[in-house]
């Protein structure tokens, strides 16, 4: 366990699924508002049901509740989602450092309208490699594919 701004990370267990699902749902409501209500609680079920149990994901907690979780496939980041509730306090950059002292040199991609996502990943040394017009479900929106050296 790593203690963070008086936040603990720590590995993800299944009892974590469904809060975790509803942090992804605040957060991407607010980060991407380019989708609908439909996609966005479509992906939610893929969030809960497929990609929380099969990548490997760190937990960060704020008084002993879930605030949020980095998702990692080997060195890619899958997803970062804070509750925004607790957005400001540091547990971003938090869990990315976590993940940068697990793997060394991170990549990810993010949405290009999620312009919040992107300054915040440049601060944090990210940068851009690619840009794609479709994300992997086929909607025309930009994608930028960013990278952290170890």
């Given at each position: 366990m790593i203690h963070a701004h008086g936040a603990t990370i720590r590995a993800y267990c299944a009892a974590d699924r469904d809060r975790l699902?509803?942090?992804?749902?605040?957060?991407?409501?607010?980060?991407?508002?380019?989708?609908?209500?439909?996609?966005?609680?479509?992906?939610?079920?893929?969030?809960?049901?497929?990609?929380?149990?099969?990548?490997?994901?760190?937990v960060i907690e704020l008084?002993?509740?879930?605030?949020?979780?980095?998702?990692l496939i080997e060195g890619f980041i899958g997803g970062l989602f804070?509750?925004?509730a607790a957005h400001g306090h540091g547990l971003g950059k938090a869990l990315v450092l976590h993940a940068v002292a697990l793997k060394g040199a991170l990549e990810l991609e993010v949405y290009a309208e999620n312009e919040t996502a992107v300054g915040f990943y440049r601060k944090l040394g990210f940068v851009e490699t690619l840009r794609r017009n479709a994300d992997d479900d086929g909607r025309l929106q930009e994608v930028i594919r960013m990278r952290r050296p170890a």
């Open positions: 699902a509803h942090v992804w749902l605040e957060a991407s409501r607010i980060g991407h508002p380019f989708m609908s209500e439909a996609d966005l609680l479509e992906q939610q079920g893929r969030v809960r049901d497929i990609y929380l149990p099969q990548a490997e994901n760190w008084d002993g509740e879930p605030a949020g979780f980095i998702g804070v509750d925004p």
